[in-house]
């Protein structure tokens, strides 16, 4: 399948998501936790998608979801790709005690599951949206030291670092004027895999009920529509939109990070005879 | 001008392990300023570590480099830095002495924005002076290096060293990637520009003739150990050292050697 | 009837930005024995001319004109019974031997192959001519030598193990490409030794820039520029007394003769400018030379080249 075209679709849903998140108020019949209607009620002209247990409209609030959602994953994958391009690049161009150091404290956190890890934490700090893009980002930002660190290890030796530094460059213009932007392909990539990764974290966390309960996603969603016997009610206009939510935004960004690989990478080489 | 004084490298692998690897053993040599030295020696043999010892790019395990009177080995990272402008180095790989995701222009800049900090205008001036220099049209500023050859690159990569007015090269190979009229092309610039502004030249190769041309004496080199140094027609003539005969051999027999008499080696 | 007869070969390559001309109407021919050497610079075509000959090159080549091989016609060949030629009839020693062999794979293996896929000999008979063959190439203990992995050689065995390969099958023609590059000159000189013992009797194309090693092995030189045959003829008689002014540039341009640099760079292969490719660059051009392309002349002593300062 032709690379463009799947980097195209996977932008335009992305983009999609983001319109919608950005212009929730306008889109939204109502407001998403204003008692609108009857509980339970089935999907008609007034609310397309019903109500839910307490007489919210479930359209308004999937379609007000889509912020927190995306914002959480976005969050996350900024403050997890911040980390690990900061700490990948110095533990990869200093190494020797500083990389040991900081690259056993990375294995030792990395072999603590990151589920669990997030589960308890949570319960240490006031639930928020941001405590849990914070904590996910500084968690997870383990898997992306290692990729970035080993980017930069093999270009620290490259002729022209060695160049830059007989010229007499110090050793953070060497790291942030030439090392930078020699791995950001890598990082723009890896932040949007994140984010995908993120994003599903969030919503799990969500319908584990650990997230921020004064604010409506989709994985709290679903959580009350399988809670409110959604199940077997049969209340798929619940329980389907917000999941399909998820696999729609989770497909695009995967698509998306597949494939802008390819473009950004071998464009320097596309042009060598 | 340049010294180096019982400069040993030894590389070891690992931690704990005592397997070690000499790459440099007990290496003295003067360089006089305005001198080009030629370093010749096959693929290994420790040449290009001495080079790059010689401007601290590497750091010897022993012994002294002095650079006109500053013992460098003894420099703080500080003071190091200093004196590098008076010190650069030319690369042998054309492919990898530039930063692929900076312009031509913006890779020579990068010595004059460091140290100096002009303003816009002047950047550009030196910038467009310096391409003159080594042969290249101006508008090659706004190129990416995959967009040039390996000669034109090689030729960036010497404009490059030269934005800083340094006093002494370290040329590492420069063109041993190059095909000979390219390779024809940078070493005669390599030679007008040194005689315009009195370079002193570490000239390391491993091709004889390429030496013979450039150098005003030789140091040879194997293993690590520097064989002999003499002026460089005395070496040709009359070498010394065994090793230094059956490269010399080897280059007359391997080289279209057209117009010159062999009998110059043949006597020996 | 020679081994090997080019006429009118042509290979364009198509990529995104347009045409790349890099062989232009070449013709070429050798006999049997005889031993012709391909010089010229990067991107001059030599090496994309040794790729068409075993029809190797990449699939956005577009490849016009006649290769035929002791009269089989070898454009004309599928795949299948193409692959019967390669590596038995006509033997390549690729550039870059570092690229060149397996990685992964043992180089006992990597010869044997080779025998067992066109002598269709028993794997034990393949392991002994393979030793056999690797004592031959000077390298040490062959039985050890069998198993172990290409990076435990240094680029000069490698490259013996390339010619080893390239030599299993008793092939008729053989076509090294760049034997010499990168190696350094006492390694060089017995690569040039040891291909030149090999190829006795056999026919070879050697493909280089280096003129030293293209006037130790061959009897007869073709110069290529720009996708052109500009000069050839015998080596000594070529080397010593070049007529064509690119030829002359060259050798004025090694370091023994004092690296005399020929101006300007070669033009693009994307589109070449009327008349001769090389006027640009040349001492002696006239005003005839920017608008008239010069044929390939046939001059006494069986040489040729293409210059109107000889029309």
């Known amino acids: 399948m032709n690379k463009g075209v799947v980097f195209w679709i996977g932008c335009f849903v992305f983009l999609f998501y983001g319109a919608v998140a950005v212009c929730a108020p306008i889109l939204a019949p109502y407001d998403p936790y204003a008692i609108t209607g009857p509980p339970l009620k089935h999907p008609d002209s007034e609310h397309p998608l019903g109500t839910n247990a307490t007489g919210q409209d479930i359209l308004s609030q999937l379609i007000y979801g889509t912020r927190v959602t995306l914002l959480v994953g976005f969050c996350a994958a900024a403050i997890s790709c911040c980390i690990g391009t900061l700490l990948g690049i110095e533990t990869g161009y200093y190494g020797r005690i500083f990389d040991e150091v900081v690259m056993r404290i990375i294995d030792i956190v990395m072999t603590i599951p990151l589920f669990p890890l997030l589960l308890v934490l949570t319960l240490f700090f006031t639930p928020g949206i941001f405590t849990t893009a914070v904590l996910m980002g500084v968690l997870g930002s383990t898997r992306g030291i290692r990729v970035i660190r080993s980017q930069v290890i093999s270009i620290r030796h490259a002729t022209f670092i060695e160049g830059a530094r007989a010229i007499g460059e110090k050793d953070h213009q060497i790291m942030y004027r030439h090392i930078l932007p020699n791995i950001l392909p890598l990082v723009t990539v890896k932040f949007v895999s994140s984010m995908q990764h993120y994003l599903l974290l969030g919503v799990g966390l969500s319908f584990l009920g650990l997230g921020d309960p004064m604010v409506i996603d989709w994985g709290q969603m679903i959580e009350q529509a399988y809670s409110s016997g959604g199940f077997a009610l049969g209340l798929w206009w619940w329980l389907l939109p917000p999941g399909l939510a998820v696999v729609g935004i989770s497909l695009a960004l995967a698509l998306l990070g597949y494939s802008s690989e390819e473009i950004i990478n071998p464009r320097l080489l596309v042009n060598r005879l | 001008m340049i010294k180096f004084d019982t400069i040993t490298k030894t590389y070891s692998s690992g931690y704990f392990s005592r397997a070690e690897k000499k790459a440099v053993i007990n290496a003295t040599l003067t360089i006089q300023k305005g001198e080009t030295l030629g370093l010749v020696g096959e693929s290994g043999c420790g040449k290009s570590t001495l080079g790059r010892i010689a401007i601290r790019l590497i750091e010897p395990s022993g012994g002294k480099v002095l650079f006109d009177g500053i013992d460098l080995t003894a420099q703080s990272k500080y003071a190091l830095r200093k004196v590098r402008p008076r010190m650069q180095i030319v690369f042998q790989d054309p492919d990898t002495v530039l930063d692929p995701r900076m312009t031509v222009g913006n890779s020579i800049a990068e010595p004059i924005r460091i140290w100096q900090h002009p303003g816009r205008h002047e950047t550009m001036d030196a910038v467009m002076e310096l391409l003159l220099t080594v042969g290249l049209q101006p508008d090659l500023i706004s190129r990416y290096p995959f967009e040039l050859s390996g000669g034109q690159k090689q030729r960036v990569a010497l404009a490059r060293a030269l934005a800083l007015d340094p006093e002494f090269i370290v040329a590492d190979e420069p063109t041993s990637a190059l095909d000979l009229s390219v390779q024809a092309q940078v070493l005669s610039l390599l030679r007008d520009i040194q005689k315009k502004r009195n370079l002193t030249l570490l000239f390391i190769s491993h091709d004889l003739q390429v030496i013979q041309s450039m150098a005003d004496r030789v140091a040879v080199m194997k293993e690590g150990m520097i064989l002999e140094i003499q002026k460089t027609s005395d070496l040709f003539t009359s070498p010394e050292h065994p090793y230094t005969r059956q490269l010399i051999a080897a280059a007359y027999e391997s080289e279209v050697w057209f117009g010159k008499p062999r009998d110059t080696f043949q006597s020996w | ?311």
């Open chain 3, 1 to 311: 009837m020679g081994v090997l007869e080019i006429s009118g070969l042509s290979v364009r390559f198509m990529i995104q930005s347009g045409i790349i001309y890099a062989v232009d109407s070449v013709d070429f021919s050798m006999k049997p024995g005889e031993s012709c050497a391909l010089v010229g610079e990067s991107g001059c075509g030599k090496s994309v001319l040794g790729m068409s000959v075993m029809r190797l090159l990449p699939s956005n080549a577009v490849v016009t004109g006649l290769v035929r091989f002791q009269n089989s016609d070898l454009t004309g060949l599928d795949e299948h019974d193409m692959q019967q030629i390669r590596g038995k009839e006509i033997a390549m020693i690729p550039q870059n031997s570092a690229m060149a062999l397996n990685p992964v794979m043992k180089i006992g293996r990597q010869v044997t192959e080779s025998l067992i896929l066109h002598r269709g000999v028993s794997r034990k008979a393949a392991a002994t001519t393979a030793i056999h063959l690797i004592s031959r190439m000077g390298i040490s203990d062959p039985d050890h030598a069998m198993g172990r992995y290409p990076h435990e050689f240094s680029g000069g065995m490698q490259e013996r193990i390339l010619i080893a390969l390239s030599l299993a099958c008793n092939p008729t023609l053989i076509i090294a490409d760049e034997p010499t590059a990168g190696l350094d000159i006492l390694i060089r000189n017995q690569t040039i030794e040891l291909l030149k013992e090999q190829s006795r009797g056999k026919t070879l194309l050697l493909i280089t820039h280096d003129l030293g090693c293209a006037h130790n092995l061959c009897s007869r030189i073709a110069v290529m520029y720009a996708g052109e045959i500009v000069e050839s003829g015998p080596t000594s008689d070529v080397l010593s007394l070049p007529k064509h002014p690119y030829t002359l540039g060259l050798l004025a341009s090694l370091p023994s003769a004092g690296f005399h640099p020929i101006p300007g760079m070669s033009p693009s292969p994307a589109g070449f400018p009327a008349g001769c490719r090389f006027c640009a660059r040349c001492q002696s051009a006239t005003d005839l030379c920017h608008t008239q392309h010069p044929p390939l002349r046939i001059m006494g002593g069986s040489r040729q080249v293409r210059c109107l300062l000889y029309d």
